[in-house]
């Protein structure tokens, strides 16, 4: 049988090796993709290097929740006070901590009567489910945030949608954002997402690379980098989410130590175990069905 060009190759030089490709920078963790308020309304120009779309109505085409507005102000009132509660377990007051309403498929209208509640935070999971229904809400009307994992090809988009960016996870990301948000004339807060538990599943860096990467996107001039965001590991009980979110804060406290950085914002907690986390010191809680009710 004749032999293949790559088999006579390999037979005169029998240990030359492939040569690896070395990362240069700090990988993410792959696989699936904070104290005060964050400043409110849109500081930057509408027509931005991605304009929000003319049309008037939503666009999205998947499944919507639907709910009673006399529901929903029920369920804001219990999730304020067991904030509050929680916040003074830990001994902050409970201005302490923001609420931060995820609005994943929930309909345009239901997200308009959260904010006639109060509810001046909203987070999104994708630009494209937020663009139309930041549209139809208004987005002035409240602080849009993003929550969800962030693509590099869509950072212009979300500098034009969100007030907010709680999912930086590499330092190309960064750069994409910072760029972008400087040619719209506006520095954007900003939180690097942490995979506390090493999940696979999970987008976010490997606490073993937060602090080289938290001092890499330091000085990018349009990004205003203030915190740290987890999501916990899927658990029985609330409890036992706690350890993460502990770790996470002494992540945040190691890293101003050595840094030198403030990093006074922890976004960390979600409907099942949002007060195990402000008990750990989350500023930030992102809740969804305990407000607005289970994902179709």
Known sequence: MRSTRRERRR???????????RALRPPAARPRPGRGPAPGGSSF????????????????????VNANGDALRQRLDEVRGRI????????????SVLLVGVTKTVAAVLVARAVELGLADLGENRVQEAQPKILA????????????????NKAGRAVDLFDRVHSVDSLELAEALSRRAVEAGRRLPALVEVNVSGEPSKFG???EYLERLLEAIAGLP??????????????????????GFARLRELRDRAEARLGLRLPELSMGMSGDFEAAVEEGSTMVRIGTALFGPRP
């Open 222 to 243: 349009g990004l205003a980098v203030d915190g740290l965001m987890t999501v916990g590991q899927a658990v029985a009980s609330p409890a036992d989410a706690r350890p």
């Open 11 to 21: 037979a005169r030089c029998p240990g030359r090796a492939r040569p690896v490709r």
């Open 45 to 64: 120009p509408q027509g931005g290097p991605f304009p929000l779309a003319a049309h008037p109505g939503p666009v999205y085409s998947g499944p919507l």
């Open 205 to 207: 860096v490997g606490p």
């Open 84 to 95: 509050s509660a929680a916040a003074a377990r830990s001994g902050r007051p409970a201005g």
């Open 137 to 152: 809400v208004g987005r002035d009307r409240a602080r849009w945030h993003m929550v969800g994992h962030l693509q590099r």
